[in-house]
């Protein structure tokens, strides 16, 4: 065992809540960053998965404490960068584990994020994209209060290539080891192996109250080996429910009030485009503010539909108002900021907008890059023309 010193201005690192993040590149034994905290010792960090050649360059390395702090630097508060200096502690290299003990006790409550940099280790040829994770110091007698308030799709029955889920919670949440907390079981209670795309770069909203769930295309897609090899994560017929832990801690360190099951039926696979020609335009009255909607023809991509449409006037300016979906994102209403006026609007949809398989306007999902596509959208936008009287 080998004990880097760093002395007064020693490297620090903070890591992961409650579990760990993986970085697993294509052909290598992934990459885990853990944070340890026995209930007689101090919390450490432990980075774990590095290959003989740079565990042995790492127990030789005589680094300073900046190069120990480009390889793993941790911030306080979750800053990262800036004029916000990595925290202080020190390094060892121990039966292949690369540990990092803190130099002060960490705070409760306080939201530490941590960068392991495999491309910064010693030695050359490392790749491998950075693994970043978060740790939260559980506060003593903290009041569980943060519940999923939202899962989308929010239909019964999904189809069998569904691309993602979007989950919504009421506070902000802790990152950095979510599917430790997240799992999709079958009518049978059994778990279904690795139905999500782990990634370690994980899709939350700015408020880390909303997280996108990608279901792995490689068991969607046709073709291509996991789908032909494994089978499909969802199956046509049968039933699920995705499984929210209520271990998984908020930003404040607390769990999650309650745990969370959606449980919905799969139903045939959908590789159609988009088409808005099947759309209907509902208009509103002249004179009020009563809405109008357009009806899809099947369920739209949430987040998506959400942002990419909107109204315009005959002068083809915005009309200011407020979108919501509803009858399971088959229907969009639009209720303007002031009464309707009599004349031409149009709905104005940019051609990004997804349907629950991931399909666009115009291109499936699964169209072949390499080949032509029968119907093809060259505008940006769609227009649906309506009138108000």
């Known amino acids: 065992m080998r004990r880097f010193w760093l002395g007064a201005i020693a490297t620090a690192v903070v890591f992961a809540s409650a579990g760990d993040a993986v970085a697993e590149p294509p052909g290598e034994r992934p990459v885990r960053v853990r944070w340890v905290a026995p209930a007689t010792q101090p919390a450490a960090l432990e980075v774990s998965g590095l290959d003989a050649a740079s565990v042995e360059r790492l127990g030789g390395a005589h680094w300073t404490a900046a190069q120990w702090q480009s390889l793993l630097p941790v911030y306080a508060g979750g800053a990262e960068g800036g004029d ?137 897609k046709r073709g291509v080996r996991p789908l032909e090899e494994i089978g499909p994560a969802l199956r046509e017929g049968k039933r699920y429910t995705l499984v929210i832990d209520r271990e998984w801690r908020d930003a404040a360190g607390a769990p999650l009030k309650e745990g969370f099951g959606k449980e919905f039926k799969v139903g045939p696979p959908d590789r159609e485009a988009v088409d808005p020609a099947k759309w209907k335009v509902r208009p509103g009255a002249a004179g009020t503010r009563g809405p109008m909607a357009v009806e899809f023809e099947k369920p739209m991509d949430h987040a998506l539909a959400e942002r990419v449409i909107s109204v315009r006037n005959a002068a083809g300016m915005a009309v200011a108002g407020v979108a919501r979906l509803g009858d399971q994102e088959r229907l969009w209403k639009f209720t303007p900021a002031g009464p309707w006026e009599a004349g031409r609007y149009e709905v104005v949809v940019e051609a990004t907008i997804e349907d629950l398989a991931g399909n666009n306007i115009g291109k499936p999902f699964e169209v072949d890059l390499f080949e032509g596509v029968e119907r093809h959208v060259t505008a940006p936008t769609v227009k649906l023309p309506f009138e108000v009287k």
């Open 84 to 220: 916000v200096p990595p925290m202080l502690g020190t390094y060892r290299v121990t039966s292949g584990v690369l540990r990092f003990e803190p130099q002060f006790p960490l705070e409760p409550g306080v939201r530490y994020r941590a960068v392991f940099h495999p491309d910064r280790l010693p030695g050359a040829g490392a790749q491998g994209a950075a693994v970043s994770a978060v740790y939260v110091l559980v506060p003593q007698h903290i009041e569980p209060s943060t519940v999923v308030s939202h899962v989308y799709p929010s239909a019964e029955v999904l189809p069998e290539n569904l691309l993602k889920f979007y989950v919504h919670f009421s506070a902000a949440m802790s990152g950095g080891d979510i599917y430790e907390h997240i799992h999709l079981r079958d009518e049978a209670g059994k778990e279904v192996e690795l139905p999500f795309l782990e990634i370690h770069e994980e899709l939350w909203d700015p408020g880390m109250t909303r997280l996108t769930l990608l279901m792995d295309p490689g068991r969607i």
